[in-house]
């Protein structure tokens, strides 16, 4: 989007809503105050009218020292360009906001977390419940005056380390069965959750004995839990279906099983202390989560890494998504019911990918490899020649295997063809994002609609399907495989020589007041971090957009008509990992 | 047909099956396991067959930057004490992201200054990610990630609290599993020390 372009539609809207929309004008801010009253009939006008037709994130900041709530929305066009960015101001102790949830049904989850977290009441919103803690949880967790237990300071680097370290062993301090505090008037044993109530209520009417007639059986409506221990849920993650014989006539995905509050440990971190802290969002994709963070705070500091660790981190970011994708693709089949063999014959490649992972950053899976403005070492010369051997021989054959094994096979397209079905508008609305949404026909990937890093110089197609089912997303894995490589193969061949890092890496990163909006194209999704600094060594509010979270927002949409054993073919086919959805 | 493209997968899956058998063949005498040479080819790009590795008979090389739980390193004397290269700055702890680092620094009861070396030095292994932050902050190179991966113990409450003495390896030992790192840092001491004496010279 240009600066002519910007100028037009708030000219546009400024004019159509007198007095609602105002410029942030705070130093490092962008993007514009709306009118809590506004914000639907705005949010409406540019979905409609601008061609805004994709919510990425929605999430709030707790400006304590103003006494103010912020809820923040950043919207993109799905024809590509940068953010538009709203926010809206509302009191701490009574923060209200309407919801969006009937514009942009991509916000619902956002909110909910938005809630749960900081406290936020969405106005109108269908199903307003905790989403990431347990209903009994007491308080909001992300408002800045909220402490732990065993709280010892606002942020790292904690005092009791130096100069007089008093050793003691975590079990010590914090021992089990005493690190939560809740009430006094609370008892734990006396107390009956309600939002299981809630939850059970929220999947419509239960009818029974008169379900699904057609075939002259008289069936009821039963509720059946999925997880949150099922092989079928790649973790610890609930589905409650309603069932009307095998057909599921309603969903609800229940998680937060793994929740450990990731931002509230993120803003007591400072901010280089949070790299290796992202790896372990999508724990299969260190490299791209340390990407999407630097990205972000590169954004606030103002520095550029040097070409060098541009390609290397382009190099390393691709490689990640190729073991995403092959693990993806060996998984869908295990819930498929093909046990194993094809996930061994994928893990083989991916084990060669993660040797390169070891020798490059020190670990497999955990890399922290990224710095703000470089990478945190160079790529060793066998490294890269390992590179070369495998993306140019090696890793097309044996895609080109795994096209030759599942591709065609019937029982895989029996499975798989017209199952799951989300459509273009369902995948838009709904804030689906990376292979969920560009199976669904809509071509938006984020290294072609928003170049981030060097994506612009490299030739490589958008891997797109149009049938939106299980299938096509399999599919687009499989392109998406396919493009990496060459991107891998003009890489490699390309990388200069020189420095892989701007000055001297700090320990202590020096970050001016401001925000910023980091997204990159994490295999999975749209990967974002949204970082608010004051200046001080720790992020006043650092926010993971969650790509595995938010895809299973159209999970319900997918699911509803089919039968229960494919719902497990569907969840497989979105790909997620617990650890980005609960953070 | 229906059934074409099963066939063809499971012509793929054969193919698998007979690979390690031909791979058999091929280490046909010298043993295609508990052979460290085969072990490369076996986890290299051109590996075939099974890919398992007999683990603990036979273990894989980890790189040189491999990372896993730090240590402190120490310079032998010729007269064979010991010279810490810790001087207790205390930017490990600060950077440290889930604070496992803890350390107690002492004045020299004369002067009054402080000592430029730890007293006590303790890392919990429990609540150490090994993100190797530590080691890349260090501006004295003293602490190093080691490579040694096989921790397990009967006795967590005691036994994963690593004081100095446990953390403490000596510069050869360093050199030993980091080379190419050694040798580089070695440069730039060497480079600086030259500096430095190149001006006091001319002072």
């Known amino acids: ?583 | 047909m229906y059934g074409i493209g099963l066939i063809k997968g499971l012509g793929v899956t054969i193919k698998h099956f007979v690979e390690t058998y031909v791979d058999d063949l091929r280490w046909l005498g010298r043993g295609r396991y508990y052979n460290e040479e085969a072990l490369k080819i076996r986890q290299g790009t051109e590996a075939r067959g099974v890919f398992t590795v007999q683990y603990p008979e036979e273990k894989l090389s980890v790189p040189e930057e491999f990372r896993y739980i730090p240590f402190l390193v120490y310079e032998e004397n010729p007269d064979g004490t010991r010279k810490d290269r810790c001087t207790s700055c205390g930017i490990c702890s600060k950077v440290c992201p889930p604070q496992c680092i803890w350390i107690v620094r002492s004045n020299d009861p004369e002067t009054g200054r402080p000592i430029p070396a730890p007293t006590e030095f303790y890392i919990d292994i429990d609540i150490c990610m090994n993100c190797g932050l530590c080691a890349e902050y260090c501006p004295f190179d003293a602490i190093k990630m080691d490579h040694v991966y096989e921790l397990a113990s009967y006795e967590r409450s005691s036994a994963h609290i690593y004081n100095k003495e446990r953390l403490s390896k000596p510069a050869s030992y360093y050199a030993e599993i980091r080379p190419k790192n050694y040798a580089r840092e070695e440069a730039a001491r060497a480079e600086k020390e030259a500096l430095k004496a190149a001006k006091k010279k001319k002072d």
């Open chain 1, 1 to 583: 989007m240009t600066e002519k372009e910007t100028v037009q539609i708030t000219d546009t809207l400024e004019e159509q809503f007198p007095g609602a929309i105002t410029r942030d004008e705070r130093q490092g801010y962008d993007g514009y105050i709306v009118e809590a009253a506004k914000l639907v009939e705005i949010a409406k006008s540019l979905r409609d009218d601008m061609g805004y037709d994709y919510l990425s994130s929605v999430t709030g900041v707790d400006y304590l020292p103003d006494d103010k709530m912020e809820v923040v929305y950043h919207l993109y066009r799905s024809a590509g360009g940068p953010a538009l960015t709203l926010k809206i101001q509302t009191p701490r102790d009574d923060s209200v906001v309407p919801s969006l949830v009937s514009i942009y049904p991509g916000a619902d989850f956002q909110e909910r977390e938005a809630w749960d977290l900081l406290g936020i009441r969405f106005e109108g919103h269908p199903d307003l419940r905790r989403i990431l803690l347990w209903d009994g949880f007491h308080g909001h967790p992300l408002r800045k005056d909220w402490q732990e237990p065993f709280f010892e300071a606002e942020g790292k680097p904690f005092k009791s380390r130096w100069p007089q370290g008093e050793i003691q062993r975590v079990e010590d301090t914090h021992p089990f069965g005493k690190n939560v505090h809740y009430p006094s008037e609370f008892t734990p044993e006396g107390w009956t959750p309600e939002g299981e109530a809630a939850l059970y209520s929220s999947l419509g009417k239960i009818e029974h004995g008169n379900g699904n007639n057609n075939k002259g059986f008289e069936t009821d409506h039963i509720v059946v839990n999925l997880g949150p221990q099922h092989p079928s849920t790649h973790g610890v993650f609930r589905m409650v279906v309603t069932l009307d014989g095998e057909e599921i006539v309603g969903l609800k995905p229940v998680m937060g099983y793994l929740h450990r509050n990731h931002e509230k440990i993120g803003e007591r971190n400072t901010f280089l202390m949070n790299m290796p802290f992202t790896d372990r969002l999508d724990y299969l994709c260190s490299m791209s989560n340390n990407f999407g963070y630097a990205l972000a705070v590169e954004k606030l500091m103002g520095v550029k890494p040097p070409e060098r660790a541009e390609y290397i981190r382009v190099i390393m970011a691709e490689l990640t998504r190729v073991v995403n994708h092959i693990w993806a693709i060996g998984f869908l089949l295990n819930d498929l019911g093909a046990f194993f063999t094809p996930m061994l014959y994928v893990i083989n490649e991916r084990e060669l990918i993660l040797d390169i992972f070891e020798a490059v950053s020190g670990s497999r899976m955990m890399c922290n490899y990224f710095r703000f403005g470089g990478v945190a070492r160079d790529i060793p010369e066998d490294a890269l020649e390992t590179i070369k051997i495998l993306v140019n021989e090696r890793l097309p054959r044996k895609v080109d295997e795994l096209d030759l094994y599942l591709t065609g096979n019937e029982i895989v397209q029996t499975r798989a063809i017209g199952v799951g079905v989300l459509t273009k508008q369902q995948a838009l609305a709904n804030s689906a994002a990376g292979p969920v949404l560009r199976a669904s026909g809509v071509p938006y990937d984020i290294r072609r609609a928003d170049p981030y890093s060097i994506y612009d110089r490299f030739d490589f197609d958008v891997a797109v399907r149009y049938n939106g089912d299980v299938y096509d997303r399999y599919l687009v894995r499989l392109d998406e495989i396919r493009q990496s490589l060459r991107i891998l193969k003009q890489a490699v061949e390309t990388i200069p020589e020189g420095e892989i890092q701007t000055g001297k890496s700090q320990y202590q990163a020096r970050v001016p007041a401001g925000e910023a909006y980091g997204r990159v194209e994490a295999p999975k999704g749209e990967l974002g971090f949204y970082v608010v600094s004051n200046g001080k060594p720790n992020p006043w509010r650092y926010h993971v957009r969650a790509p595995s979270f938010i895809n299973l927002t159209p999970l319900e949409e997918m699911s509803m008509g089919q039968k229960i054993a494919d719902v497990v073919a569907i969840l497989g086919s979105i790909d997620i990992v617990l650890g980005e959805t609960d953070r």
